[in-house]
T-cell receptor, first 114, second 115 residues
C-alpha cells in the first residue's frame, strides 16, 4: 500500500509566479490535510478537505492561497503570486473515512521563492 | 485556541544519559502524537497516545500521556547518536464528525546526542 505521495518534492518559483503542489492520499483515504512548516518552526495547519469539499480552511492565508480535492485526481494546494515569505515545506497528510484517527504524512514539497 | 508548548526547545546530551522532553497543551484532548523529523525529511510517527495514562515504549524512547494534567512526556533512556533529530508533539483538536481533525504541533525539540 503506497503511502501519501506529494509532488514535486522541490519547487523553485520566482516572486509573482504561481505554485501548484499536489498530494495523492493513501489508498482508501478520503480526508486530506495540508500543513506548512516555516524554517526552524513546527507545522501549522492550513486546510482540511474531503472529496469535493473544503471542511476547514481556518489556517489558510486569506489571499493568494487556495486548495481543492476533486472527485478524481490529487488534492492541489495553489499559491498565486508567490512571495519570499511563502518559502517553506508544505506537508500533506491523509486519514481514512472516519475522522479523528491518525494522519499519515507525505514527504513534503519544499518551496523556494527567489 | 489550542496551544501546545514543548520544552526544552534545544537539548544537547551525552550518549548514555537519560532525559525527558515535555509537552503541555491548553485544552482537553484525548489524542496526542509524537513525531521525529530528520533535517530535510518528513515526519516519522513514533507514538500515538489515545487515553489518559497511556504509556508506550519503543527501544530507548518511552511516551506517556496525562490528560488531566494536559501533559505528555517523551523519555529518552541511554541516548545514542542516532537519536539526534527534532521531536514534535502534536495534539488532535478534533471538533467533531463534521469538522474532522486538525493537529496542533509544538515548536519541536531539537535533540543532539554527542558521542
Amino acid at each position: 500500500n503506497a503511502g501519501v505521495m506529494q509532488n514535486p518534492r522541490h519547487l523553485v518559483r520566482r516572486r509573482g509566479q504561481e505554485a501548484r503542489l499536489r498530494c495523492s492520499p493513501m489508498k482508501g483515504h478520503s480526508h486530506v490535510y495540508w500543513y506548512r512548516q516555516l524554517p526552524e518552526e513546527g507545522l501549522k495547519f492550513m486546510v482540511y478537505l474531503q472529496k469535493e469539499n473544503i471542511i476547514d480552511e481556518s489556517g489558510m492565508p486569506k489571499e493568494r492561497f487556495s486548495a481543492e480535492f476533486p472527485k478524481e485526481g490529487p488534492s492541489i494546494l495553489r499559491i498565486q503570486q508567490v512571495v519570499r515569505g511563502d518559502s517553506a515545506a508544505y506537508f500533506c497528510a491523509s486519514s481514512p473515512q472516519l475522522a479523528g484517527v491518525e494522519q499519515y504524512f507525505g514527504p513534503g514539497t519544499r518551496l523556494t521563492v527567489t | 485556541e489550542l496551544k501546545v508548548e514543548q520544552n526544552p526547545l534545544f537539548l544537547s546530551m551525552q550518549e548514555g544519559k537519560n532525559y525527558t522532553i515535555y509537552c503541555n497543551y491548553s485544552t482537553t484532548s484525548d489524542r496526542l502524537y509524537w513525531y521525529r523529523q530528520d533535517p530535510g525529511k518528513s515526519l516519522e510517527s513514533l507514538f500515538v497516545l489515545l487515553s489518559n495514562g497511556a504509556v508506550k515504549q519503543e527501544g530507548r524512547l518511552m511516551a506517556s500521556l496525562d490528560t488531566k494534567a494536559r501533559l505528555s512526556t517523551l523519555h529518552i533512556t541511554a541516548a545514542v547518536h542516532d537519536l539526534s533529530a527534532t521531536y514534535f508533539c502534536a495534539v488532535d483538536g478534533w471538533i467533531g464528525e463534521t469538522s474532522g481533525s486538525r493537529l496542533t504541533f509544538g515548536e519541536g525539540t531539537q535533540l543532539t546526542v554527542n558521542p
